[in-house]
């Protein structure tokens, strides 16, 4: 199942640059997308969302853009702090109500270098 | 902040052994989940939950696994007869259910191990 692919398994930046994650889908029925980051021996923990009506939502260091024409959406994280540090999840939502099951991507691990 | 719990942390079962993994979903939220994910692969959706029935499930949620509000408050996940497969971490997760609101809240996942 390849709905939804994160195609970089990891990345690392210094502490105050830029991290920029991303994500590809396949299913043009995928209408909402959210990103939740991950700390070992945790649950993933909501982050951001974005609704497929929208190209870019933002929230203090978190943006989201999405480009439906290219399937693709990123998580821009500025400045980057060590506390970042995590496995990153892109997910997507395929109904317009509530309810309906996430499809996970794989993750990607950002490293935040002091 | 209001948040998903899950009992027990980590849980350690012999093959054919039913286990029952328990949640308790945020308190005004509507819908409740159950995702796993095995060591090393994605996070997968098992089944949703609202108004006391199930209102969406995966392939994967087959015979062998339920779902139960035993009260208020509880959400729980059984396994009949565990396999060696089942091992994985089990997310609950809860949402509001309010239009337009797609967010949903996990609790910190119970490990199963099935020996």
């Known amino acids: 199942d390849q709905q939804v692919k994160q195609n970089s398994p990891s990345l690392s930046v210094q502490e105050g640059r830029i991290s920029i994650l991303n994500c590809d889908y396949t299913?043009?029925?995928?209408?909402?997308f959210l990103w939740y980051k991950k700390y070992p021996a945790e649950g993933p923990t909501f982050l951001i969302s974005?609704?497929?009506?929208?190209d870019k939502n933002e929230d203090g260091r978190f943006t989201v853009f999405l480009n439906k024409s290219a399937k693709h959406l990123s998580l821009h994280i500025v400045p980057s702090q060590p506390g970042d540090s995590a496995v990153y999840f892109c997910a997507a939502s395929a109904k317009e109500t509530s309810g309906s099951r996430l499809t996970f991507g794989e993750g990607t691990q950002l490293t935040v270098n002091p | 902040e209001p948040e998903v719990t899950q009992t027990p942390s980590h849980q350690v079962t012999q093959m054919g052994q039913e286990v029952i993994l328990r949640c308790v979903p945020i308190s005004n939220h509507l819908y409740f989940y159950w995702y796993r994910q095995i060591l090393g692969q994605k996070v997968e959706f098992l089944v949703s939950f609202y108004n006391n029935e199930i209102s969406e499930k995966s392939e994967i949620f087959d015979d062998q696994f339920s779902v139960e509000r035993p009260d208020g408050s509880n959400f729980t996940l059984k396994i009949r007869s565990t396999k060696l497969e089942d091992s994985a971490m089990y997310f609950c997760a809860s949402s509001l259910g309010l239009a337009g609101s797609h967010e949903q809240y996990f609790g910190p996942g119970t490990r199963l191990t099935v020996t």
């Open positions: 299913n043009s029925m995928f209408d909402y």
């Open positions: 974005i609704s497929s009506i929208k």
